[in-house]
């Protein structure tokens, strides 16, 4: 069972533009959020996290939104940038399992047009 | 101060074969957890372990695989006779702390099963 999931597989943009990706996750467990960037024949990067406390979490062009309501949350990337074309995880985890596993989206793969 | 080392980077197993993929953490980091990311797919959680110890193998299929992280030298994931359906990109990643929230990925081992 896809206990987090990322529904757009792609997603293209202009560079300068703002970068909208999403995640939807049904776990109510879930207390602890992250986004991982991901290169070609590369390990996923961490880019940014947030914890269930919080709403929103900002670091330089990278924020990401927490809607636990609505069990969502969003990567926002302004301006977008060329080198900004990855894959781009989303992974949640939680007290439940002592935070020691990461459940992961499918990806969704970001093109950032010059 | 290298990152998660992981090798072969590549690896090639007729079906029956076995398998065996190698972790070395970050220096430091006792804590190791394996990923598994088939085709089209995100990271799927296999198995958290410290030193000589299996903490979490809730990700482990029954049967062919095992893994163990010694006192000494990397982590291994042992794969035995292995199949079409075990092609996939292994990752491993390393934490300083249990429940640390920032894993480092290493840059995996792509298995492919001919």
């Known amino acids: 069972d896809q206990q987090v999931k990322q529904n757009s597989p792609s997603l293209s943009v202009q560079e300068g533009r703002i970068s909208i990706l999403n995640c939807d996750y049904t776990?109510?467990?879930?207390?602890?959020f992250l986004w991982y960037k991901k290169y070609p024949a590369e390990g996923p990067t961490f880019l940014i996290s947030?914890?269930?406390?919080?709403d929103k979490n900002e670091d330089g062009r990278f924020t990401v939104f927490l809607n636990k309501s609505a069990k969502h949350l969003s990567l926002h990337i302004v301006p977008s940038q060329p080198g900004d074309s990855a894959v781009y995880f989303c992974?949640?985890?939680?007290?439940?399992?002592?935070?020691?596993?990461?459940?992961f989206g499918s990806g969704t793969k970001l093109n950032v047009k010059p | 101060n290298a990152g998660v080392m992981q090798n072969p980077r590549h690896l090639v197993r007729r079906r029956g074969q076995e398998a065996r993929l190698r972790c070395s953490p970050m220096?430091?980091?006792?804590?190791v957890y394996w990923y598994r990311q088939l085709p089209e797919e995100g990271l799927k959680f296999m198995v958290y372990?410290?030193?000589?110890?299996?903490?979490?193998e809730s990700g482990m299929p029954k049967e062919r695989f095992s893994a163990e992280f010694p006192k000494e030298g990397p982590s291994i994931l042992r794969i035995q006779q292995v199949v079409r359906g075990d092609s996939a990109a292994y990752f491993c990643?390393?934490?300083?702390?249990?429940?640390?929230?920032?894993?480092?990925f290493g840059q995996g081992t792509r298995l492919t099963v001919v």
């Open positions: 990643a390393s934490s300083l702390m249990a429940g640390n929230t920032e894993a480092f």
């Open positions: 776990n109510s467990m879930f207390d602890y």
């Open positions: 947030i914890s269930s406390i919080k």
């Open positions: 992974a949640a985890t939680g007290k439940g399992n002592n935070f020691n596993k990461f459940y």
């Open positions: 220096k430091g980091h006792s804590h």
């Open positions: 372990l410290q030193k000589e110890n299996i903490i979490d």
